[in-house]
């Protein structure tokens, strides 16, 4: 068998379950990088940096 792989909160570094309300981003900076956000880290507007450009996001 395989192994599922979940994504991972680019803040936190939690990972995401599929029940979460976790949510897909890319980089509104550069465009190049996906990553995700869980809900909590969203709600508490925890900062989150893009590992391609540097920006900082809240």
């Not at 976790?22 to 880290?41: A, D, Q, T």
């Amino acid at each position: 068998m395989s192994e599922l792989k979940l994504p991972t909160c680019i803040s936190c570094k939690r990972p995401i379950l599929p029940y979460e309300k976790g949510v897909r981003l890319v980089c509104p900076n550069c465009g190049e990088v996906e990553f995700w956000r869980c809900h909590k880290c969203r709600k508490l507007v925890n900062t989150y940096v893009c590992p391609k450009c540097g920006f900082k996001g809240p």
